[in-house]
């Protein structure tokens, strides 16, 4: 074990010894999300560096405070990318953050979330034990698929500090079309395509100054883009243009998000085939129909929390009006089944309850 590594050790086994809680934290850029954290700092940033990288292989493997930038500059000099466009919040957040948090971007819907390329993982547990799980290659078959666990954990289950992950090379080719639509057009418009064979990546529907729009981004090879152009129609935006509202769309800066100022931020994930949902407010809509980003009055969101499980969805509130406000839960409460493989998964591999576990789950502390 290395002296960072074994410093973390140590200060995870003293933890446990003082029952003492701990919060995972790299740069910061996702305290927001979940409940308000609690406990000391735990510092991830050390652990930084580029462990190896197989360009022809498809792999890299990463330690957790590597900041996320450097390694997409890293891949984008390969002509390569995490195809699911982790979220940043802000510079300097980490390989182990994005990991943690399980965000994807607005291409999710097509190519798949965070934990579909993580390979493997290695983990500090509550004991202060380093373990291994998954590797670096693309057919990890036995055993349990520990690693992608903790896509999404949020540190209730360990300190993440290297992590493998599966990387694509960047589409040749990349379109943008627009369409003036209302929310109902879009969603059959999105249900209709999905069924064809079209390079559909991302999209997203919001109804802004007067009027719906849909944009509608197209990758992949060149003729099959330029086909599907041909058979769309739409207006097509300029590529450079195109690609900073994409970037905004990641995270979360289009204007849409700037005007849920003194409004919650909830999200509500429900099937791409739900029709427009019986809410006053006018969303803006993701991944093909499955993600819709609502803002209301702070303490208003039992409403969206219904309207999402009658569609057999669930809604979180993503921010709260300023940013830190604390709110009885903020994710869904687990059915009894789930709640019991969560409640064995952090006894085993946290035994003394040394990470923020309330993180994820309010009523564990």
Known sequence: MDPALRQISERIRAAAAERTVLRIRGAGTKDFYGEPPQGEALATTQLAGIASYEPSELVVTVRAGTPLAELEALLAAQG???????????????????????????????VGAVRDYVLGAQLLNGRGELLDFGGQVMKNVAGYDVSRVLAGSLGALGVITEVSLKVLPVAPAEATLVFDCHQADALRLLNGWGGQPLPLNASRWSHEQGRGRLWLRLRG???????ACERLGGERQDDAQARADWAAARDLRLPWFDAAQGRELWRLSVPQTAPVLALEEPPLIEWHGAQRWYRVTPGDGDRLRDAARSTGGHASLFMTADGVGTVTRRFDALSAPLKRIHEALMREFDPHAVFDRARLFPDQT
Do not use: I, K, N, W
């Open 80 to 110: 390569q990318c995490l195809p699911f466009e982790p979220p940043r919040f802000g510079e300097g957040g980490t390989v182990g953050g994005m990991v943690a948090a399980g965000l994807s971007g607005p291409a999710r819907a097509s």
């Open 221 to 227: 090879a060149a003729a099959a883009v330029a086909a």
